[in-house]
């Protein structure tokens, strides 16, 4: 364990990889310490955007090689984590304030991405239909108003499920 102060620039290397990022989020969770197989769990989960109990042997194995030989060392190495490999135990040390800016804020925590889109969409449609009321134009533009709003919602819908081919949809649609 490293007993000196870490500068910035071995905090930006060590938080570098998101296996340590999501490790350290994930001890914050935990109060500070844990075990090592719902870490391995819980990693492997947030990197297959899955829940914990639907996590592949051979994910679960990934996560597990890597922190048990790499990412776990380096961050007992750095003073983050007191690691304890035969007893598969971990403790975030007691700097957390120090590498919080470097962590990810919301690691896990879904959106309704849907409901803000439609939120975006409605808005815009209430915004374009009470200017063309204020401009008394004819029913042609109100049709073309609501027309652009449609495309835009579906067009911004498409994008985001093409980025996350495995995304549970809502509504039971599959995107797969």
């Not at 007993?3 to 570098?16: K, M, N, W």
């Not at 961050?75 to 690691?83: A, P, S, T």
């Not at 007691?94 to 409901?115: I, K």
Request: glycine letters at 4%.
């Amino acid at each position: 364990m490293s007993e000196h102060e870490l500068t910035q620039a071995e905090l930006f290397d060590v938080f570098s990889n998101a296996r340590r990022r999501r490790t350290v989020q994930y001890l914050k969770r935990q109060g500070g310490d844990c075990d090592l197989a719902p870490l391995v769990e819980q990693v492997a989960a947030w990197e297959n955007d899955t829940e914990p109990d639907d996590v592949t042997r051979t994910q679960r194995r990934r996560v597990y090689i890597s922190l048990y030989q790499t990412h776990l060392p380096m961050l007992e190495e750095h003073g983050i984590v007191d690691w304890d490999p035969d007893g598969h135990y971990i403790k975030l040390l007691p700097s957390e304030e120090v590498f919080e800016p470097y962590l990810d804020r919301q690691l896990g925590a879904d959106r309704a991405w849907h409901l803000a889109y439609l939120t975006a969409t409605t808005l815009g449609a209430v915004a374009l239909t009470t200017a063309w009321l204020s401009l008394r134009s004819t029913a042609a533009a109100a049709s073309l108003v609501v027309a652009v709003c449609i495309v835009v919602f579906a067009i911004a819908v498409a994008q985001h499920v093409s980025r996350r081919p495995s995304l549970a949809l809502p509504f039971g649609i599959t995107s797969k």
